[in-house]
Structure formats: C-alpha cells, structure tokens
C-alpha cells in the first residue's frame, strides 16, 4: 500500500477525471478505487488519508475524503465510531451539497446510531439528491424506534415533491425497515396513490409486508398489471399468502417456477401441506441425527418458511423450505438425509447430494 499522500494523489486524479468528463466510466472507476483503497491494510492509511481531506479548503477533496472514510467505515467495523464522528463534525460546518451528499453516505455506512440526529437534519436539505442519499442511509443508521425520528422523517419525506426521494423513502420505509405503526401504515397507504408508478408500487409491497388486508386488492392489481417490477410484487403476495390472490396469479405465467412458488404460499391446501412436510423434515433429522438441532421459522416479513439447523462444527445453516423439498423431488425424508450431507459430508442413503444449502451463515 502507498503511503498516504500518495494514496490521497492517486484518488484525486481518478476524481477529477471524473469530475471533468462527467462519464459513468469514469465515476465507476473512480468508485471501485475507492472501495479497493478502503479494504487495504485494515483501512488504517485509507482512514488517515480519507481523515486529512475532511477540512480541506478544496470542495472535491472534501468530497474524495467523505467517500473514503465513509467506505472505511463499510469495510471494517472497528473503525465505525471513528467515522462517525469525524463526519458528524463536519456535517456541521459543510455546505456544499456534493459534500453533504457524501457524507450522509458515509454517516450511513458507520451504523452508528449517533448520526442519526445528522441524517434528519439532512433529510430537510433543499438539494433533492442530498434527501435521497438521506432515505436510503436510514436503513442502515437508524434509531431502532418505530416513532424515532429517523422513522418520522422518512414518512415526510414519502410526501416529498422529488419522485426519486419518495421513491427511496417509500422503499426504507416499506421494505428495508421492519416496525409497524399507524403512522407508518398511513404512509404507505397514502403512497399507493401517488402519481409516481414506483412509489405506488413500494407502498403497496410495505403494506403487504405488514399483512395489511388493504393490500391484497393493490397485489391482485399489480399482478394483472404488465408494468411494474413482477419479482417483488410476486413476492408481496408471497407474504400475503391469501387464496383471494390466486385469480390474479393465473395470469401471471402460471407455469414459470417462480409463480408456481407463489401460488402454493396462497393455495391453503399446498401451503399446509408445505408446513407438514416442513416439519417431518425436523422430525426425520431428529432420527437421523439427534446431534442435529433443527428449528422452523416463518417470518413475518418474509414469504419464506425457514429451517435453521444447528451442527457443532459447521454452526448454523439456514434453508428455504420449499427449495429444500425441491431438490429433494418432494420427499421429506430424502430431505432430511440431504441436510445430514450437506452439514456432516456423510450420505445417509444413496448418492451424497451436490449442491450447497439454500443459504449458510
């Protein structure tokens, strides 16, 4: 690694490339030395260089400095706390919005509850692009609360006069956060009537994410929709789970996997025998393995039903039900056996399966 005037050169001729030609090339390129500098040597001489820009008189090196530091923060969570406040100090006196920009980004990445009372500051800045940087931070740097101000400013910022930010507050709201208010609700009622296709189709996805039956008739008009991103409404009535939705389902490619998939989450024959089979599959591990520790779960924000299995040497592993029984052509106890060689590298019976588990952490 250079050391750090010299990290610092290299990145500023990358950057103000970019800032002349204006070309997403060049941005990009830009960008993934950023990320590549910021991994390096446990982010120390990043943090340093990244750090030694902030208070600079030059407003792009103030810029290159909130986006180092802020990819820091991403790349190594001891320094998230340093981060923080070094940005938190110079949201204070910056006024650049590009600046500002960067550094809700960075402030975003620390995780670092402590900015958030920053971040809402920011969220009623008069550059649109500095308020939607704003609505995707509060994913990541939140206060946890469900009436935190954090949660309050995304639900004014739903009513924005900027699409884009709606669009974005709309999604954190709805999808990336979890809590569950009146307030919250209202919101994303009101944005599935907005003049934008994308807000309207993100406040539709939160309420069905909460189970909100007037989400159902939105879903079912979605799915007869040819606009629209299919993926997500199709999960949205994954979650929903309800039989009022299989008409529109009909339409919808009825013999494309993915559809299929969401028809048995809302056929009450095929999801209750899912849940059966979901449980002889625990039951049949217990046979085999009683080392094996095996829990079902079905979230509620979520369309899957999930089985996290523990193993004293592999810890946990998390499956997707359905997709297990898939590779197991629908067999529970074959399904059963597949785990054991997944985690143990021993086939219990037959061939040893190929493949991985839907999903390992």
Not at 14 to 29: K, L, M, N, P, T
Not at 135 to 150: I, R, V
Not at 167 to 187: M, V
Request: aromatic letters at 4%; a negative charge; glycine letters at 8%.
């Amino acid at each position: 690694m250079d050391d750090v005037a010299g990290l610092v050169g290299r990145l500023m001729s990358v950057a103000r490339v970019a800032q002349d030609s204006e070309a997403d090339d060049d941005w990009h390129a830009y960008w993934g030395l950023v990320w590549e500098t910021a991994k390096g040597e446990g982010g120390e001489t990043a943090w340093r260089g990244g750090a030694g820009l902030l208070g600079s008189a030059d407003v792009l090196e103030r810029k290159v400095g909130s986006d180092l530091v802020g990819s820091v923060a991403e790349a190594h969570e001891d320094l998230r706390s340093e981060v923080a406040t070094a940005l938190m100090a110079r949201a204070d006196v910056e006024t650049e919005a590009c600046v500002l920009l960067s550094l809700a980004r960075g402030l975003g990445r620390s995780q670092d509850s402590r900015a958030v009372p920053v971040l809402v500051r920011l969220s009623g800045h008069e550059d649109a692009e500095v308020r939607c940087q704003v609505a995707s931070e509060l994913s990541l740097t939140n206060s946890g609360s469900a009436d935190g101000p954090d949660v309050r400013a995304l639900i004014r910022l739903t009513r924005d006069q900027d699409a884009d930010v709606r669009d974005w507050a709309a999604f954190t709201l709805g999808f990336q956060l979890e809590h569950d208010t009146t307030a919250i609700r209202d919101a994303l009622w009101t944005c599935t009537t907005d003049e934008c296709d994308e807000v309207r189709e993100e406040g539709a996805r939160g309420l069905a994410r909460r189970h909100d039956p007037r989400a159902v008739p939105l879903i079912a008009r979605l799915l007869e929709s040819e606009d629209g991103n299919r993926a997500f409404i199709l999960e949205a009535a994954a979650i929903l789970g309800v039989p009022e939705l299989l008409p529109a389902l009909e339409t919808c490619e009825p013999d494309s996997p993915e559809t299929d998939r969401v028809i048995a989450a809302c056929d009450p024959v095929r999801r209750a025998r899912l849940e059966g089979d979901a449980w002889t599959v625990v039951v049949e591990l217990e046979r085999l393995r009683s080392d094996l520790g095996a829990a079902l779960s079905s979230p509620r924000y979520e369309s899957v039903h999930g089985m996290q299995v523990t193993h004293r040497e592999s810890g946990d592993t998390s499956y997707d039900v359905a997709s297990l029984l898939s590779r197991a052509g629908g067999d529970p106890a074959r399904a059963a056996e597949l785990v054991v060689a997944d985690l143990t590298g021993t086939a219990v019976s037959g061939p040893r399966a190929d493949g991985l588990p839907e999903s390992s952490r």
